[in-house]
């Protein structure tokens, strides 16, 4: 099978990683992809927003399945135009899509099929929002753009300053743009945090897998928001017990949900979940899967990964087994000094044979120059996942492989997997 997959980022070397080493797959072009995805197919020169050349370049060159990783061109309705189009595609409708693309909406799904999560109110108006924080106190509440927001749209205010900026910034200020001139005031829970991923199709609901990853640039959870400096999985906190009720509370529910809302969902689910002291609760669903936690969930897969994308293309997933390895992996990200702020890049990068030895290597912000020297080209650079018979030998490993790798400026956190070990 000829396979197209849309995207650039470290989870699309992953995917690609996966999709390539399918019994069926014949050739796989990825657009617009990084170093690594040329590593293990053909890279084609198309930006993911150009949704009428992408569906050209998928009918013209017969590609017989498409599979489209990240969040802005499934809200977008890249799915609907290439379904539309007669082609073959892994990914949900812009209407399912909602579950990411609006969190108000999102929210009132939840809300009317019963699926636990915080107690959450929207407003569009500032004056309203404030009103509404009065009798609250700041470090109760968590302020949310509604529509997508690179990951940022969401703030943890401490002070009633904070609370007070992260409302007017959004509603007033336009911070996110279009995506926050609504906003969710939810209730701030605590516990443990894990993202929860499974094939959906319709009804049905594939086996699920449990990850964590890591969002905080510093070391001990500090500092700004990035993309996600690295994960783990399987989580230590995590059960048959929490599964079984994640699975008839959560993952069963929502995509039966869909189905009533005309609104069917065909993909995979990512729910980011807390385990507060009353259960699991969503704290947001995606409809997509996660950065970084894709660079250890498609190691982890033992299925072809290619033939479950079809199976869901073609609505036929309950005729698939899905199963994940439970064998504990680590995945540590390298980023550029500077990142998640500014940064430069074009700096060589060199350990990549070595740290192969250690792990697999997934690229995210990498080129080739025209001498074919590895350079950075972006904030989060590369990882290295690896697996162990136990958590604490699968985390020496990926660190082993990450001590391989420099390039000027390269920062990693030393702390991934660290609260999973137990000496
Ligand atoms: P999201 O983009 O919705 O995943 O939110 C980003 C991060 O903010 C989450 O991973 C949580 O750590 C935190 N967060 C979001 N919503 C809540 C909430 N209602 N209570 C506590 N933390 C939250
Ligand atoms: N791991 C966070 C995300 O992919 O949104």
Request: include cysteine; hydrophobic fraction near 40%.
């Amino acid at each position: 099978m000829k396979v197209l997959l849309i995207g650039s980022g470290g989870r699309e070397h992953a995917m690609a990683w996966k999709l390539a080493q399918s019994s069926k797959i014949t050739e796989l072009l990825i657009a617009p992809g990084n170093a690594g995805t040329a590593e293990v197919g053909t890279n084609v020169n198309i930006c993911v927003d150009d949704h009428a050349d992408i569906v050209k370049f998928a009918k013209n060159e017969n590609v017989d399945l498409v599979v489209v990783a990240p969040d802005q061109p499934i809200v977008d309705g890249l799915c609907d135009q290439l379904r539309s189009a007669g082609i073959t595609t892994f990914g949900p409708s812009a209407a399912a899509a909602r579950i990411e693309g609006s969190k108000i909406w999102s929210d009132e799904l939840m809300t009317k099929y019963g699926i636990p999560t915080a107690e959450s109110v929207a407003f569009n108006n500032s004056g309203a929002a404030m009103e509404y924080c009065r009798s609250k106190s700041a470090g109760s509440l968590v302020v949310k753009a509604d529509g997508l927001a690179a990951g940022k749209g969401v703030i943890l205010p401490e002070t009633d300053d904070d609370l007070a900026s992260a409302i007017v910034g959004m509603l007033d200020n336009g911070a996110f743009g279009k995506s926050s001139s609504s906003i969710l005031l939810a209730e701030r829970m605590t516990g443990p945090e894990a993202s929860i991923f499974a094939f959906v199709d319709g009804e049905h609901v594939s086996a699920e897998i449990a990850i964590c990853d890591y969002k905080r640039v510093g070391e001990g959870d500090v500092g700004l928001n990035t993309g996600g400096m690295g994960a783990y999985g399987p989580p230590e906190f995590w059960n048959a017990e929490l599964a079984a009720r994640v699975r008839s509370e959560i993952l069963e529910p929502i995509a039966k949900a869909l189905v009533a809302e005309n609104s069917s969902f065909s993909g995979v689910i990512y729910a980011g979940l807390m385990i507060t002291e009353s259960g699991p609760k969503v704290v947001e669903f995606n409809c997509r899967f996660g950065d970084p936690e894709t660079q250890i969930l498609m190691p982890m897969l033992d299925s072809d990964f290619l033939e479950i994308c079809l199976a869901v293309a073609e609505n036929r997933l309950a005729e698939e087994e899905v199963i994940w390895s439970s064998e504990p992996h680590t995945f540590v990200v390298a980023v550029s000094g500077g990142y998640p702020g500014s940064y430069p890049t074009g700096f060589e990068i060199l350990g990549i044979d070595e740290a192969t030895e250690h792990g697999v290597v997934f690229h995210a912000g990498t080129s080739v120059d025209d001498n074919g020297a590895l350079l950075t080209s972006g904030g989060r650079v590369l990882g290295v996942s690896s697996s162990g018979t136990t958590i604490k030998d699968a985390r020496t490993s990926a660190y082993f492989g990450i001590e391989q790798i420099s390039f000027e400026g390269m920062q990693y956190r030393r702390d991934i997997a660290e609260r999973a070990v137990q000496d």
